[in-house]
């Protein structure tokens, strides 16, 4: 405002930080899990995305943005307490980014793990963005030399992250098929 320029849009995004208290973990403890990870843990992130989203268009008649919770690991102690304590998957970070505002984010995997693995988790999300046209992104970080259990230091806002757990199955042959994932239909109608 002090340079005069007027805002193009504002955006409302619930993004965490390591610091105590800032915690979107945490915020969706106290609507009632027990911890993130627990069963009804999307529908918790789904409703508090759409508060704030909802709050924001009152508010402001130039929200933009993404707007949302964002759920990257390492940034956001209350997740990093989720995981070590066995209450957070990978398998269900995929399911929360369903409803939230992008993807797998600063999530340390094996540093083992296959490029096809990668692969694989990289297509799986791109299918939920495709399906609900939203916006996804995927930051994994594969931990050179650690394993499941182990864990990553970044510093600063980019926090610490335990190395998770990658399901072991292979999709290399499905990888390997190459080509692309198309556009969803959306109307039989004309």
């Known amino acids: 405002m002090r340079l005069n320029v ?44 759409d508060q704030v989203k909802k709050g924001g268009v009152m508010a402001s008649s130039y929200v933009g943005g993404l707007s949302g919770a964002f759920i990257p690991v390492s940034e956001d102690q209350g997740m990093i307490d989720a995981v070590n304590r066995g209450a957070l998957t990978l398998e269900k ?10 993807g797998l984010d600063m999530i340390a995997i094996p540093g083992d793990t296959t490029a096809e693995t990668i692969s694989g988790i990289i297509a799986d999300e791109a299918a939920i963005g495709m399906v609900n046209q939203k916006t996804t992104a995927v930051r994994l970080i594969p931990a050179e030399g650690k394993k499941a259990g182990d864990v990553v230091e970044f510093g600063g806002l980019l926090g610490y992250a335990p190395v998770m757990p990658v399901n072991p199955y292979s999709c290399a042959a499905f990888v390997d098929r190459g080509g692309r994932i198309p556009a969803p239909i959306h109307s039989f109608k004309n």
């Open 93 to 102: 970070l995929e399911a929360m980014t369903c409803v939230c505002s992008v």
């Open 6 to 49: 007027p805002f193009g849009i504002v955006d409302l995004s619930l993004a965490p930080t390591p610091a105590v208290g800032d915690s979107v973990a945490e915020i969706l403890e106290e609507i009632g899990l027990e911890s993130v990870g627990a069963p009804g843990t999307t529908a918790a992130l789904a409703l508090l995305n």
